[in-house]
Nanobody, 120 residues
Framework: QVQLVESGGGSVQAGGSLRLSCAAS?????MGWFRQAPGKEREWVAR????????LYADSVKGRFTASRDNAKNTAYLQMNSLKPEDTAMYYC????????????????WGQGTQVIVSS
């Protein structure tokens, strides 16, 4: 099973930016990004096919967040710009070795999560 190590969370003011990183220990076909706000269910944010770099985003972050990858480093990134207070959540990366979907069940491995706090 692929091990994922996340980093890059923190506290910013609204309008600011953060970049999350997710380093994988092995082969990953697709990296998904999810988030969970207090009292809410975890929701899908973005996903990226590691080979082609093709991406897909939730409507709530489209145009503000950008997923990317560095295959040489086996690392995926989530650049978050124009952050809003409603982006406050624990963010998780998740790896899939076979499919690339928005459902949590399609991912085999999960990172430990990194906290993002956006103040108004």
């Amino acid at each position: 099973q692929v091990q994922l190590v996340e980093s890059g969370g923190g506290s910013v003011q609204a309008g600011g930016s953060l970049r999350l990183s997710c380093a994988a220990s092995g082969y990953t076909y697709c990296m998904g990004w999810f988030r969970q706000a207090p009292g809410k269910e975890r929701e899908w944010v973005a996903r990226i096919l590691l080979q082609s770099g093709a991406t897909l985003y939730a409507d709530s972050v489209k145009g503000r967040f950008t997923a990317s990858r560095d295959n040489a480093k086996n690392t995926a990134y989530l650049q978050m710009n124009s952050l809003k207070p409603e982006d406050t959540a624990m963010y998780y990366c998740a790896a899939s070795t076979a499919t690339c979907r928005s459902s949590e069940s399609s991912y085999n491995s999960w990172g430990q999560g990194t906290q993002v706090i956006v103040s108004s």
